[in-house]
């Protein structure tokens, strides 16, 4: 039964990724209150934030640091992939990959100034098949079946417990298809970078370009995938 006096609850979303934004237009109508969408840096102010004054404020994925004013003055919870306070840091789903992990955690967060130390609400298991963009796509729909959980619950965040191990960004530099390993490493390598805005997998040949998508692995003898040939741009040379 939904409780009625939750339905004047203001929520934000603040996304950039377009699976997310999908998700968002797919399952907010099913839940109570008012729902906002924010898609750009400028947009996240805590003048704007302010007037809507959220119960939470929602990060799927973001791509810049919150200000520690909007922190202080809004619940803001984001969802990590990985089971904190292992894995803090950044490029979850491409170092868990690399460390061998076929299965994580999806955890959601109280945000704090320190980046993903946060007390935890509460996580979800999901595993790590398939192509960067079908995880991503998996765990959009988690995300939300977790803010579907704190909009009726509101859970009490708990301090992390464990031995903290943290990530480090990865560059693009990283995203040179490997010279040496197996071929399920390289195989890896490939789908973890498969999804739209992220660097591909990519082989520089010459003053050619190649880069590597749609990985299929058959045996550990022998995988496919698309590969895609252009012209080095000068930056790239």
């Not at 480090?168 to 995203?175: D, F, H, V």
Request: charged residues 25%; hydrophobic residues 35%; negative net charge.
């Amino acid at each position: 039964m939904i409780d009625d006096s939750k339905t004047e609850n203001h929520y934000v979303v603040a996304t950039v990724k377009p699976w997310n934004i999908s998700a968002f237009n797919q399952y907010v109508d099913d839940l109570p209150g008012s729902w906002h969408l924010l898609t750009s840096k400028g947009e996240l102010n805590l003048e704007a934030l302010q007037k809507i004054n959220p119960r939470y404020i929602f990060f799927p994925h973001w791509s810049w640091l919150v200000p520690s004013e909007i922190l202080e003055e809004f619940e803001c919870v984001c969802f990590h992939m990985t089971d904190v306070p292992y894995g803090r840091g950044g490029s979850p789903l491409q170092n868990l990959i690399v460390l061998g992990h076929e299965n994580s955690k999806l955890t959601a967060l109280k945000m704090s100034d320190e980046l993903d130390a946060g007390p935890v609400y509460t996580k979800l298991d999901f595993d790590l098949n398939g192509s960067a963009l079908a995880i991503y796509e998996r765990v959009s729909v988690l995300c939300y079946r977790l803010i579907r959980h704190m909009v009726y619950d509101e859970p009490t965040p708990v301090p992390q417990e464990g031995d903290i191990v943290s990530f480090k960004r990865r560059t693009e530099e990283e995203s040179k298809l490997p010279e040496h390993g197996s071929l399920r490493g390289i195989y890896n390598h490939i789908r973890m970078l498969d999804a739209p805005t992220y660097p591909k997998s990519k082989i520089e040949y010459g003053n050619f370009l190649l880069e590597f998508s749609d990985a299929s692995l058959h045996d550990e003898q022998i995988f496919e995938a698309k590969v895609t040939i252009s012209i080095k741009k000068p930056s790239q040379s």
